[in-house]
């Protein structure tokens, strides 16, 4: 709270200063306007930047998506906080113009007064410009002072609001970014790669909120120091898992939200990144064989919910590539995300893989790793148009 109120101090210095800086100036009323106003903005947007602001609309549902494990609902709440805080910006632009122009009429009647002054009988020119310099100065700082408290009171008034949804968006996004685990049942062989020993397969798989996912994956019998009577066994035991269908397939994902902007700054649109976190293979009895735990997620679709709460899916094809991102999410969020056309290569659970290892073995393979029997190739950008009018189902 101590850091949202210095930004905000700032910012109310930096409006006061342009508005005092204009004082006695030759500019017109209208380029003042223009100037103090855009300052105004600044400020409103510095001031609840990061915060996700909300009013009364749609209150129960998002007391209920804060607290869901229903990734949908999540979205759609964080959506409708989203967008109740740019509802909320413009009400705020719209006071912050109703005080300044109040403020401006009380300044320029102010200076009027000041500088039609006449010279006292003792005054020389000298010291008759000293005192209307300094009584301008005076002004100019009554009305800094003024025009900080009328802002100040006016962000008091909705401070414990910002407050109470600032903790609501908290937990959601706690949830959104909790892993949800998929049991995958479509998964592509590739052709065994006797000599290397590693085992290509694909991972194809739709849920409640993804549509046609295709992960590309390399089961590693043979790692470094493994005993051979193991990898052989390994090999065996897996071939015949294999053609009994008695292997489990798994993954995780978990969704974070992008903080991207569009070309009107004042209309955001919110977009939700969702990262595989983990593949596993495991036996019948759901002991886990083969996994990874990414230690750099890897990107599988982007979803946008529109004003209207549509959500809207675009699958990243793997051609799609992490320095695609604008610079300032990987920065922020992901240094060290994973490009999409890597296979991920799959060891025993107690293997730690590390990401020369990975490329190493991976290098057998002259063209990224493609099972002969791959289901329709989707387009570089798909998009999945759902309407949410219960919270978390597709109609």
């Known amino acids: 709270m101590l850091e949202r109120y210095n930004v905000f101090t700032l910012n109310c210095i930096a409006v006061v200063y342009c508005f005092g800086s204009v004082g006695g100036s030759s500019e017109s009323m209208n380029q003042r306007n223009r100037r103090?106003?855009?300052?105004?903005?600044?400020?409103?947007?510095?001031?609840?930047?990061?915060?996700?602001?909300?009013?009364?609309?749609?209150?129960?549902?998002?007391?209920?998506?804060?607290?869901?494990?229903?990734?949908?609902?999540?979205?759609?709440?964080?959506t409708i906080l989203y967008y109740e805080y740019l509802d909320l910006i413009a009400s705020l632009e719209d006071q912050v113009l109703d005080q300044y122009g109040v403020a401006v009429a009380a300044y320029e009647a102010g200076e009027e007064e000041i500088v039609q002054q006449e010279p006292d009988?003792?005054?020389?020119?000298?010291?008759?410009?000293?005192?209307i310099a300094a009584e301008l100065a005076e002004h100019i700082e009554a009305t800094e002072m003024a025009w900080e408290k009328q802002i100040l009171a006016l962000f008091a008034t909705i401070e414990t609001e910002m407050d109470e949804i600032e903790k609501l968006a908290d937990v959601t996004s706690e949830h959104l970014a909790s892993p949800k685990i998929v049991t995958v049942s479509d998964v592509r062989f590739g052709?065994?790669?006797?000599?290397?020993?590693?085992?290509?397969?694909?991972?194809?798989?739709?849920?409640?909120?993804?549509?046609?996912?295709?992960?590309?994956?390399?089961?590693?019998f043979a790692p470094e120091l493994m005993e051979e009577y193991r990898v052989r066994k390994a090999i065996v035991d897996f071939d015949q898992a294999v053609k009994e269908e008695s292997l489990r397939?798994?993954?995780?994902?978990?969704?974070?939200?992008?903080?991207?902007?569009?070309?009107?700054?004042?209309?955001?649109?919110?977009?939700?990144?969702?990262?595989?976190?983990t593949l596993m293979v495991l036996d019948s009895n759901g002991v886990v064989l083969y996994q990874q735990s990414l230690q750099a997620p890897a990107p599988l679709a982007i979803f946008t919910m529109?004003?209207?709460?549509?959500?809207?899916?675009?699958?990243?094809?793997?051609?799609?590539?992490?320095?695609?991102?604008p610079s300032q999410f990987r920065n922020r969020y992901y240094p060290r995300m994973r490009n999409l056309g890597l296979p991920i290569l799959l060891t025993y659970?107690?293997?730690?893989?590390?990401?020369?290892?990975?490329?190493d073995r991976l290098s057998a393979f002259a063209e990224p790793v493609a099972p002969p029997v791959v289901p329709k190739a989707p387009p570089a950008v798909e998009e999945v148009v759902f309407r949410i009018s219960n919270g978390a189902e597709p109609e």
């Not at 915060?51 to 007391?63: H, P, T």
């Open 36 to 78: 103090v106003v855009a300052v105004g903005i600044m400020l409103v947007v510095s001031m609840l930047l990061g915060v996700i602001a909300s009013g009364n609309g749609e209150r129960e549902y998002v007391l209920f998506g804060a607290h869901s494990t229903d990734k949908k609902a999540n979205i759609k709440t964080l």
């Open 121 to 131: 009988i003792w005054e020389t020119d000298e010291m008759f410009s000293e005192r």
């Open 191 to 220: 052709e065994y790669q006797r000599n290397d020993r590693l085992w290509p397969v694909q991972f194809v798989f739709s849920d409640d909120l993804l549509v046609d996912i295709c992960i590309d994956a390399v089961v590693d």
């Open 249 to 277: 397939w798994q993954l995780s994902y978990y969704i974070r939200p992008i903080e991207f902007s569009s070309d009107d700054e004042f209309l955001l649109s919110p977009e939700f990144l969702v990262l595989l976190d």
């Open 306 to 325: 529109t004003r209207e709460l549509e959500l809207e899916q675009t699958t990243l094809h793997p051609s799609f590539s992490v320095s695609d991102f």
């Open 349 to 359: 659970p107690e293997m730690d893989t590390t990401a020369e290892y990975e490329a």
